[in-house]
Structure formats: C-alpha cells, structure tokens
C-alpha cells in the first residue's frame, strides 16, 4: 500500500471516475478513495465525486480481493468494477483466483459475457445470499427479499418507469410505509 497526501487522492479519484477509459488501474483508484473514505467517511466522499454510495463501495471491493486477483487488475488485465463486483461476490478466495485466470484467459471482454460466466460458476441461491451477508460492511444493513416473478417484474418494469434501480423503488417504498402514521392499538 502506497503512502497518500490528500490532495493526490483526490486528483486520482476525479480522472478516474465517471470515465468508460480509465487512466489509472483500479487498484491504485480503490487505495486512493480507500485513503480518503478514511478521512471523511464514503458519504461525503461520493457526495464530492458524485456517486453513490454503493459505488464507492464497489472501488474499494477490489482490495478485498486475494493478491493474485488484485495483480490482475493492477496490472489492468482485469479492468472493470463491475467485474471486481462480481468476483467479490463470489466470496470464496479460490474460487476468485479461479474465475479470475478464466476472465483474463476468456476471448470476450465484455462485461455481460464474464458476468453470465461468473454466473455459469453455480453459486446456489443460499450460498449466494450468505456470501453477501458475510461480505457486507460494518454499518449497513441488508435484508434480503424474495418476490414471486410476477412481483419482481412488475417491481422492475415500475423501477423502469421512473428510472431508478430496483432496489432504489423498494427502499422509498419500504421507507414511505414506515413513515405513514399507522393508528396505535390501545
């Protein structure tokens, strides 16, 4: 890990988000908002680079991955958040390393591709939803909901509508419930 002044981390974190063409690897972008998360907490951090939350996150998922995975992306063989989101969630170490060496060695590039090959990898349901509650950071909560095809459809095509994320549609709607005035039982 490599020492930071506050200013270079910024300069960093500004030329390499909101950019299809990176001009630093994502190692060097995750230590660099990693730094700065540590000195004003990842809200004020997004609110300055405006970004979600959830997508500061995703940078820093790339440090949590085992040496070898994080090598690869340092040396930008593996150059995609969206792909370190994916790895991480993969939870178990060796199965990372190995999905990652079949990533760097797949024909395709494309996102969606490695995403339907890292899915092909059969991560059981259960296994899944233990993996992200064990890889979830302090302070956040996650809850997990199982809806029905047709809710979830219905929960997409809404969350289309009004062009925001699925999840963004259910947390103001869970949200907007709990702050209706329910009458007290006596």
């Known amino acids: 890990m490599r020492k930071w002044d506050e200013a270079t981390a910024w300069a960093i974190a500004f030329e390499n988000t909101g950019k299809k063409k990176r001009p630093r690897d994502l190692v060097t972008v995750a230590e ?7 000195l004003h907490g990842s809200k004020a951090v997004a609110r300055k680079l405006n970004l979600s939350v959830e997508m500061i996150r995703q940078f820093l998922t790339v440090l949590d ?11 930008r063989k593996i150059d995609s958040v969206d792909v370190a989101k994916e790895l991480f969630a993969l939870g178990d170490k060796k199965r990372q390393e190995t999905m990652a060496k079949a990533i760097v060695n797949s024909p ?10 890292i899915k092909s990898s059969n991560l059981g349901v259960k296994t899944a939803k233990k993996t992200v509650l064990d890889a979830k950071p302090k302070g956040l909560n996650v809850f997990i909901l199982d809806f029905d095809d047709e809710t979830s459809k219905k929960i ?31």
């Open 156 to 186: 997409v095509f809404e969350s289309r509508a009004q062009k925001m994320k699925p999840a963004e549609l259910v947390r103001q709607i869970v949200t907007n419930y709990l702050k209706k005035k329910r009458p007290r039982k006596s």
């Open 32 to 38: 660099a908002m990693d730094y700065l998360t540590e």
């Open 108 to 117: 395709s590039k494309d996102v969606r591709d490695i995403k339907r090959l």
């Open 65 to 75: 991955l085992p040496g070898g995975v994080k090598e690869l992306f340092a040396s």
